[in-house]
Protein backbone atom coordinates (compact mmCIF):
# COMPACT_ATOMS: atom_id res chain seq x y z
CA UNK A 1 0.00 0.00 0.00
CA UNK A 2 0.86 3.42 -0.59
CA UNK A 3 -0.57 6.53 1.22
CA UNK A 4 0.46 9.69 0.14
CA UNK A 5 -0.20 13.57 1.73
CA UNK A 6 0.71 14.74 -1.61
CA UNK A 7 -0.74 15.17 -5.11
CA UNK A 8 0.54 14.00 -8.32
CA UNK A 9 -1.07 13.72 -11.85
CA UNK A 10 -4.86 13.15 -12.73
CA UNK A 11 -4.42 9.83 -14.54
CA UNK A 12 -3.16 8.26 -10.73
CA UNK A 13 -7.72 9.09 -10.26
CA UNK A 14 -8.18 7.19 -14.10
CA UNK A 15 -6.26 5.13 -16.29
CA UNK A 16 -3.48 4.38 -13.63
CA UNK A 17 -5.29 3.95 -10.46
CA UNK A 18 -4.02 1.21 -8.59
CA UNK A 19 -6.01 -0.53 -5.64
CA UNK A 20 -3.15 0.09 -3.32
CA UNK A 21 -2.28 4.32 -3.85
CA UNK A 22 -4.29 6.42 -1.99
CA UNK A 23 -3.93 10.38 -1.91
CA UNK A 24 -5.43 12.68 0.62
CA UNK A 25 -5.29 15.53 -1.69
CA UNK A 26 -6.34 15.80 -5.19
CA UNK A 27 -4.57 16.13 -8.70
CA UNK A 28 -2.55 18.69 -9.56
CA UNK A 29 -4.59 19.11 -12.17
CA UNK A 30 -7.60 19.73 -10.28
CA UNK A 31 -5.54 22.25 -8.28
CA UNK A 32 -4.80 24.31 -11.24
CA UNK A 33 -8.64 24.32 -12.28
CA UNK A 34 -9.86 25.04 -8.67
CA UNK A 35 -7.20 28.06 -8.85
CA UNK A 36 -8.19 28.96 -12.71
CA UNK A 37 -11.89 29.17 -11.09
CA UNK A 38 -10.61 31.44 -8.45
CA UNK A 39 -9.10 33.82 -11.31
CA UNK A 40 -11.52 33.38 -13.66
CA UNK A 41 -14.29 34.71 -10.91
CA UNK A 42 -12.20 37.79 -9.39
CA UNK A 43 -10.82 38.71 -12.88
CA UNK A 44 -13.42 38.40 -16.06
CA UNK A 45 -11.70 40.76 -18.06
CA UNK A 46 -8.89 39.40 -19.84
CA UNK A 47 -5.80 41.17 -18.34
CA UNK A 48 -3.92 39.10 -16.25
CA UNK A 49 0.14 38.54 -16.00
CA UNK A 50 1.31 34.92 -14.82
CA UNK A 51 4.76 34.59 -13.63
CA UNK A 52 6.03 31.21 -14.23
CA UNK A 53 9.76 29.38 -14.05
CA UNK A 54 11.35 28.95 -17.75
CA UNK A 55 11.28 25.34 -19.09
CA UNK A 56 9.21 24.12 -16.41
CA UNK A 57 6.15 21.85 -17.92
CA UNK A 58 3.30 21.89 -15.62
CA UNK A 59 3.49 25.57 -14.51
CA UNK A 60 3.26 26.36 -18.13
CA UNK A 61 0.84 23.85 -18.71
CA UNK A 62 -1.43 25.44 -15.93
CA UNK A 63 -0.52 28.81 -17.56
CA UNK A 64 -1.72 27.65 -21.45
CA UNK A 65 -5.01 26.02 -19.48
CA UNK A 66 -5.33 29.62 -18.00
CA UNK A 67 -4.83 31.38 -21.03
CA UNK A 68 -8.22 29.24 -22.72
CA UNK A 69 -10.34 31.41 -20.11
CA UNK A 70 -7.98 34.87 -20.50
CA UNK A 71 -7.08 35.29 -24.29
CA UNK A 72 -5.15 38.31 -23.72
CA UNK A 73 -2.77 37.10 -20.72
CA UNK A 74 0.83 37.66 -20.85
CA UNK A 75 3.08 34.66 -19.62
CA UNK A 76 6.04 36.22 -17.09
CA UNK A 77 9.06 33.51 -17.53
CA UNK A 78 11.69 33.52 -14.39
CA UNK A 79 15.36 31.51 -14.92
CA UNK A 80 16.00 28.91 -12.49
CA UNK A 81 17.42 30.50 -9.69
CA UNK A 82 16.79 34.15 -10.58
CA UNK A 83 16.23 36.37 -7.89
CA UNK A 84 16.41 40.06 -9.24
CA UNK A 85 12.82 41.12 -11.75
CA UNK A 86 13.40 44.32 -12.42
CA UNK A 87 12.69 42.95 -16.52
CA UNK A 88 9.02 41.50 -15.30
CA UNK A 89 8.80 44.28 -12.97
CA UNK A 90 9.17 47.06 -15.82
CA UNK A 91 6.80 44.76 -17.94
CA UNK A 92 3.77 44.67 -15.36
CA UNK A 93 4.43 48.26 -14.82
CA UNK A 94 3.63 48.83 -18.97
CA UNK A 95 1.03 46.04 -18.86
CA UNK A 96 -1.26 47.39 -15.76
CA UNK A 97 -2.87 43.93 -15.26
CA UNK A 98 -6.13 43.25 -13.39
CA UNK A 99 -3.92 40.83 -11.74
CA UNK A 100 -1.11 39.05 -11.33
CA UNK A 101 -0.73 35.30 -10.77
CA UNK A 102 2.49 33.99 -9.01
CA UNK A 103 3.53 30.33 -10.15
CA UNK A 104 6.68 30.45 -8.73
CA UNK A 105 8.13 28.48 -5.65
CA UNK A 106 10.20 29.18 -2.95
CA UNK A 107 12.37 31.62 -2.31
CA UNK A 108 12.15 32.94 -5.98
CA UNK A 109 8.17 33.34 -5.36
CA UNK A 110 8.80 35.22 -2.39
CA UNK A 111 11.18 37.66 -4.09
CA UNK A 112 9.19 38.12 -7.00
CA UNK A 113 5.87 39.26 -4.55
CA UNK A 114 8.58 41.11 -2.57
CA UNK A 115 9.89 43.31 -5.60
CA UNK A 116 5.79 43.78 -6.81
CA UNK A 117 5.54 45.44 -3.58
CA UNK A 118 8.89 47.10 -3.42
CA UNK A 119 7.65 48.93 -6.85
CA UNK A 120 4.60 49.96 -5.97
CA UNK A 121 2.72 47.53 -8.78
CA UNK A 122 0.34 46.13 -6.30
CA UNK A 123 -2.31 48.75 -5.52
CA UNK A 124 -5.81 47.34 -6.38
CA UNK A 125 -4.46 44.19 -8.26
CA UNK A 126 -5.55 40.51 -7.69
CA UNK A 127 -2.57 38.52 -6.30
CA UNK A 128 -2.74 35.08 -6.75
CA UNK A 129 -0.23 32.43 -5.62
CA UNK A 130 0.62 28.59 -5.52
CA UNK A 131 -0.84 27.48 -2.07
CA UNK A 132 2.73 26.68 -0.34
CA UNK A 133 3.52 30.66 -0.83
CA UNK A 134 0.87 30.97 1.84
CA UNK A 135 2.20 28.56 4.31
CA UNK A 136 3.08 30.40 7.54
CA UNK A 137 7.02 30.62 7.19
CA UNK A 138 6.59 31.89 3.99
CA UNK A 139 3.90 34.54 4.96
CA UNK A 140 6.34 35.46 7.04
CA UNK A 141 8.81 35.93 4.91
CA UNK A 142 6.76 37.84 2.44
CA UNK A 143 5.42 40.17 5.46
CA UNK A 144 3.47 42.99 4.32
CA UNK A 145 3.68 41.71 0.52
CA UNK A 146 1.15 38.65 1.61
CA UNK A 147 -2.18 41.36 2.12
CA UNK A 148 -4.67 40.66 0.16
CA UNK A 149 -2.84 37.26 -1.37
CA UNK A 150 -5.07 34.00 -2.21
CA UNK A 151 -4.32 30.95 -3.07
CA UNK A 152 -5.91 27.67 -3.54
CA UNK A 153 -4.78 25.58 -0.24
CA UNK A 154 -5.83 22.11 0.72
CA UNK A 155 -6.02 23.03 4.62
CA UNK A 156 -6.62 26.68 6.23
CA UNK A 157 -5.53 27.13 9.92
CA UNK A 158 -9.17 28.96 10.22
CA UNK A 159 -11.29 26.05 9.48
CA UNK A 160 -14.29 25.78 11.10
CA UNK A 161 -14.30 21.95 12.66
CA UNK A 162 -13.62 20.63 15.78
CA UNK A 163 -10.70 18.17 14.48
CA UNK A 164 -8.88 21.00 13.01
CA UNK A 165 -9.00 23.71 16.00
CA UNK A 166 -7.66 21.06 18.04
CA UNK A 167 -5.28 19.87 15.86
CA UNK A 168 -3.88 23.25 15.73
CA UNK A 169 -4.34 24.43 19.20
CA UNK A 170 -2.31 21.34 20.09
CA UNK A 171 0.27 22.14 17.51
CA UNK A 172 1.04 26.08 18.46
CA UNK A 173 1.41 24.65 22.53
CA UNK A 174 3.87 21.93 21.93
CA UNK A 175 5.70 23.69 18.45
CA UNK A 176 4.72 27.23 19.42
CA UNK A 177 4.01 28.25 15.97
CA UNK A 178 1.00 27.88 13.46
CA UNK A 179 1.02 24.62 11.44
CA UNK A 180 2.03 24.19 8.24
CA UNK A 181 -0.59 22.80 5.11
CA UNK A 182 2.17 19.87 5.26
CA UNK A 183 1.69 18.97 9.07
CA UNK A 184 -2.30 19.53 8.65
CA UNK A 185 -1.57 16.38 5.77
CA UNK A 186 0.73 14.61 7.58
CA UNK A 187 -2.03 14.32 10.68
CA UNK A 188 -5.01 13.44 8.48
CA UNK A 189 -2.63 10.87 7.04
CA UNK A 190 -2.38 9.49 10.76
CA UNK A 191 -6.17 9.96 11.37
CA UNK A 192 -6.79 7.60 8.14
CA UNK A 193 -4.45 5.23 9.31
CA UNK A 194 -5.88 5.03 13.11
CA UNK A 195 -9.05 4.47 11.96
CA UNK A 196 -8.27 2.36 9.04
CA UNK A 197 -6.71 -0.19 11.97
CA UNK A 198 -9.51 0.09 14.32
CA UNK A 199 -12.02 -1.02 11.79
CA UNK A 200 -9.85 -4.26 11.03
CA UNK A 201 -9.63 -4.56 14.97
CA UNK A 202 -5.75 -4.35 14.66
CA UNK A 203 -5.81 -7.54 12.10
CA UNK A 204 -3.79 -6.16 9.26
CA UNK A 205 -2.65 -9.52 8.03
CA UNK A 206 -4.96 -9.01 4.68
CA UNK A 207 -4.14 -6.24 2.16
CA UNK A 208 -6.80 -6.20 0.06
CA UNK A 209 -8.80 -5.60 3.44
CA UNK A 210 -7.37 -3.22 4.29
CA UNK A 211 -6.88 -1.14 1.36
CA UNK A 212 -10.50 -1.28 1.70
CA UNK A 213 -11.08 -0.12 5.20
CA UNK A 214 -8.59 2.96 4.10
CA UNK A 215 -10.95 3.52 1.36
Request: glycine share 10%; aromatic share 8%.
Amino acid sequence: LFISPGFGPVELAGSDCRQGFFSLVPSDEQFAEATIRLIKGEVPQPNLAVAIPKNTGPARARAELLKGFQSDMTILEAGTGELVFDRQMQALRTLHPQGVAVFLSGGVGIGFIRQLKAWELLGDKALYADWPLTEPSHLTALGDAAVGLRAVAPWADELENSVSHKFVADYEDEHRRLPSGFAALGFDLALALDQAVRNMGGRLADRNQFARALA
